[in-house]
């Protein structure tokens, strides 16, 4: 046994690997694409990179020397990924600022709003989703059925404005704005934005999740386990959680990095400075270089939570593990 | 008070206002075997979840379930003594195991429940194991995926008696299984039960397997119950009309019968039949008094109940008569008409290549009918796809009437339809191979569009076609979803007789019906046979079905052929050790009296 679980960790770790190394050739091809948005932009990118600076002569031939845009494209654009590879993805062109530090004082914001969002949802939108499930039809099914419909209908930012207009506004028990300092204050700060976000992202997570037990319930296996009169809890968990979890996982992988990569409109009405704020008003300037960074951020973080739910997908389902075995 | 371990009184079981199973009572004492047998919609898989408190959601039973001298509520949500002293053994193997689990983790699950403490766990596992014969330590780390059907259902059974129940309840253990392996799962089934002096209510549709396992019988019909009696006196003189049409229906395995029996009709929703014999319509002894109320269940002699209202009078006229039949003179040797010769495929596989057919040659005859006889993974569909074009063979060759058909794809237009038109097929499940959307008629008609020679007046070649199958011809106007599974296996061979074909390939056509359907079915089959000389090459692992139909017979055994010959003589005489093996599982009337 043990030699066959280290075969299974060796394979398994050679998944990983793969997949890291396609990681790479995916992010490869990204960054080319994100560099070619300064070429392929119209207008001279040293006249769009001097932004609404006066474009004097010398201030472009400075632009041009400093930017390397007299080299051939692919000289730049290598200098540009060795440049990134350090983290180095320049200054704003508005600001000036370097743009891994504009990064890094947003990425908390964003990171606490998803996150937050994202334990909301899985706290919610699963139980919930399993009894619907498991339930069809009855009182709980029709209620979480038809309260999903609702919040996946209802725009985000309406639902932000009425959150805060009732909790903030009305009831004071939550600010309308700000992201707080110190664990419990980000908390109390964060809590409207977060639930703003989870609304829509518990409707599409328990809907999979629903329909997932829905697969589930109807199955041999249940019904002989409450024949040997397994204690329910167990069923719940290692029977109808465990069998749902594929649909599950994969449908939460893809709200926590949707929500990653920044939620603008609930960053927006509550005014957070996140990584949303900063990409809307860094497309709406052409501020290339942050562009540039944010989205082969989102890039990096988008495969890495696909590879964190391939993997799990090996913890939870032992015939994936044996195929990767076999295979 | 009595000494009875289970005693059902007067259960119904409705769905909504609509009644399914009636007022069936079942008594069963410690350590005694009941068999309760029926074909679909009698309701003895209902009759079964009852007993365990599982009922489908939106069913409800009424009536009285006492066990051990305690009342059951059949319709409580709670546990209560199901899975501590009432276990449930279903039917699928490959769906009752949690995928996610392994083998000893079901087991594991079912002490702990039982409040077994933890050091002992793994001990008992492997004993448990060791209980339903699997030794191999192994096995207890394996998944369900990982296991045969024969092995997850020993495995179920081991997790259903972890609590050491003093009854268990199995609905068809042994219905998804190969033969053989049936036959060993049955014959554990049959010695843990009197090793722990249990009780067992077997559900099954096979009267044969039923007599064979347990000490009594109950025959359901239609959701009540038609006949009780001990499994010998059952066997030797049923006596319900409906018992021994059931016995004369099922092909016998041991010689041939001139006649196949089989019930006209098929079984009426129990809702429909309250106030009358629900058997009457499709009884041969039918008097006007039959249907004037619902018959009571009444003792006919000590210990054999009946339903029906003439059991007195035709008594002896019902028992099973065994005629050893004189098998008709095969027809005159002639040409062969498809000829498959070193038949080789081999699939690609993860972990190396799966050899499905490792060369194996046979040829049919016109006017013939050959069986083709295997277990699951034997590659008896491997050859049927191969022979229908659906898969090219990775060697060797099949002869079509002069035509190489052994690469479809290499064919010309006109051979290639010439090949359709020749052999055509009839698959195992006709409530999947007819489209639902179009009625019967256009199915026809559609067929016979394909057809070389044309038809001129296709209404007249439908109703013809009908009538060869013996179907009314004003079922053209229907849809599948009107249908019995019997009508649609019909209209499915009426469809492949409409290319006038010289081979009709049958892939386990009667598998998926019921025993009284099945008869028909294969009445019809040895006609067309028979009576218009269509060549049969019939693939399936039912030796009874086998031994009625056929002229010869190819086995086959892991993709190849291990015995070929005429039916009879390899039936009565299996010179293989593997046709041994399948032939002394087969249950049977006349053998097997139930020791103990």
Redesign the interface.
């Given at each position: 046994m043990a030699a066959a679980a280290g075969r299974r960790w060796v394979t398994i770790a050679r998944f990983a690997v793969r997949r890291l190394a396609a990681m790479v050739a995916i992010l490869a091809i990204v960054s080319f694409l994100v560099f070619s948005l300064l070429a392929l932009t119209p207008g001279d990118p040293a006249v769009l990179l001097l932004g609404p600076q006066k474009a004097t002569p010398e201030a472009v031939a400075r632009i041009r020397a400093e930017f390397g845009l007299d080299d051939p494209f692919l000289v730049q654009y290598r200098d540009w990924v060795v440049a990134a590879l350090h983290g180095d993805f320049g200054r704003s062109i508005r600001s000036g600022q370097q743009v891994t530090d504009m990064i890094s004082e947003r990425v908390g914001v964003t990171v606490w709003l998803a996150g937050y969002a994202f334990v909301l949802t899985v706290l919610i939108a699963i139980p919930f989703g399993l009894v619907a499930g498991m339930r069809k039809g009855r009182l709980a099914d029709r209620l979480a059925t038809a309260s999903s419909l609702v919040a996946l209908s209802a725009p985000t930012f309406a639902v932000g404005f009425l959150l805060m207009y009732v909790f903030a506004v009305q009831l004071d028990w939550f600010p309308a704005f700000g992201s707080g300092d110190g664990f419990l204050d980000t908390l109390w700060h964060m809590t409207l934005p977060a639930v703003t976000l989870a609304i829509s992202q518990i409707a599409i997570v328990l809907r999979q999740t629903r329909a997932a037990a829905m697969d589930v319930a109807d199955r041999d296996y249940i019904t002989f386990a409450r024949a040997r009169a397994v204690p329910s809890r167990r069923i719940w968990q290692r029977y109808v959680l465990h069998n749902a979890s594929l649909p599950v996982l994969t449908s939460a992988g893809l709200v926590l990095a949707y929500s990653l990569t920044g939620a603008v409109l609930v960053e927006n009405v509550f005014a957070l400075q996140g990584l949303g704020a900063l990409l809307v008003v860094s497309v709406a300037q052409l501020d290339l270089p942050v562009v540039q960074a944010l989205t082969m951020f989102t890039a990096l973080l988008v495969l890495t939570t696909n590879l964190v739910v391939d993997l799990l997908y090996f913890a939870f389902d032992p015939r994936l593990r044996r195929a990767a075995v076999a295979a | 008070m009595s000494d009875l371990l289970l005693d059902v009184d007067g259960l119904d079981i409705s769905v909504e206002d609509r009644l399914l199973v009636r007022a069936v009572g079942l008594q069963l004492r410690a350590g005694e075997s009941v068999g309760l047998v029926g074909e679909s919609g009698s309701g003895k898989s209902l009759t079964a979840r009852a007993l365990?408190s599982?009922l489908p959601p939106g069913l409800s039973a009424r009536g009285s379930i006492r066990f051990n001298g305690e009342s059951i509520d059949p319709n409580a949500r709670s546990?209560g003594h199901?899975?501590?002293s009432i276990?449930?053994l279903?039917?699928?193997p490959f769906?009752?195991?949690?995928?996610?689990?392994?083998a000893g983790d079901h087991i594991a699950?079912?002490l702990r429940?039982?409040g077994r403490t933890e050091g002992s766990i793994d001990t008992e596992v492997a004993r448990r194991l060791a209980e339903v014969g699997i030794t191999d330590r192994?096995v207890a780390?394996r998944?369900p995926?990982?296991l045969s059907g024969g092995m997850s259902q020993r495995v179920?059974l081991a997790?259903?008696l972890?609590?050491d129940p003093a009854l268990l309840v199995a609905d068809e253990p042994s219905t998804a299984l190969d033969a053989t392996t049936q036959h060993e799962v049955l014959e554990l089934l049959r010695s843990i039960q009197r090793q722990r002096g249990m009780g067992l209510v077997l559900i099954t549709h096979d009267l044969r397997l039923a007599f064979s396992v347990c000490d009594r019988v109950l025959v359901m019909y239609a959701g009540s119950i038609a006949e009780t009696a001990s499994s010998s006196a059952m066997r030797d003189a049923p006596l319900h009309p409906y018992t021994a049409g059931l016995l004369e229906s099922m092909p016998s395995v041991e010689h041939y019968q001139s006649d196949l029996g089989g019930m006209p009709g098929s079984v009426p929703a129990t809702s429909t039949v309250l106030d009358r014999c629900a058997f009457a319509d499709r009884c041969a002894h039918r008097q006007d008094s039959c249907t004037d109320g619902a018959p009571p269940l009444v003792e006919v002699t000590a210990g054999r109940w009946s339903s029906c209202i003439r059991s007195h009078e035709l008594g002896r006229t019902l028992a099973a008569v065994e005629p050893d039949d004189e098998r008709p003179e095969p027809a005159a040797a002639a040409d062969a008409i498809l000829t498959v010769t070193d038949l080789r495929k081999t699939y690609r596989a993860?972990?190396g290549d799966h050899v499905a057919l490792g060369g194996v040659s046979f040829s049919l005859a016109a006017g013939e009918a050959v069986g083709i006889v295997g277990e699951s993974g034997s590659g008896k569909t491997t050859i049927a796809r191969c022979i229908l074009g659906l898969t090219t063979p990775s060697a060797g060759r099949i002869d079509l009437g002069g035509i190489d058909v052994t690469d479809r794809s290499a064919l010309g237009g006109a051979q290639r339809r010439d090949a359709t038109q020749r052999l055509q097929c009839v698959f195992q499940d006709p409530y999947s191979t007819l489209n639902p959307m179009h009625t019967v008629g256009y199915t026809l008609r559609e067929a016979l569009a394909h057809r070389a020679r044309r038809v001129d007046d296709r209404d007249a070649a439908v109703a013809s076609l009908l009538q060869r199958v013996g179907l009314a011809s004003e079922l053209a106007s229907r849809r599948p979803a009107a249908l019995s599974g019997g009508q649609r296996q019909r209209v499915a061979i009426a469809r492949a007789l409409a290319m006038d074909p010289a081979v009709l390939l049958c892939d386990e056509p009667v598998a998926a019906l019921d025993v009284s359907v099945q008869a028909q079915v294969l009445a019809l089959l040895r006609t067309l046979h028979r009576g218009q000389g269509t060549s049969l090459l019939f693939i399936t692992h039912d030796l009874g079905v086998v031994r009625q139909v056929t002229d010869r017979i190819v086995v086959l055994y892991r993709g190849e052929i291990v015995e070929q010959g005429p039916t009879d003589v390899v039936l009565d005489a299996p010179q293989h050790e593997y046709t041994q093996r399948l032939v002394a599982s087969m249950p049977r009337i006349g053998a097997g009296e139930p020791q103990g």
């Open positions: - | 365990v599982l546990s199901r899975g501590r276990a449930l279903m039917q699928d769906t009752m195991l949690n995928p996610m689990m392994t699950e079912t429940s039982a192994a780390h998944y995926f990982e179920a997790a259903a972890a609590n993860k972990g």
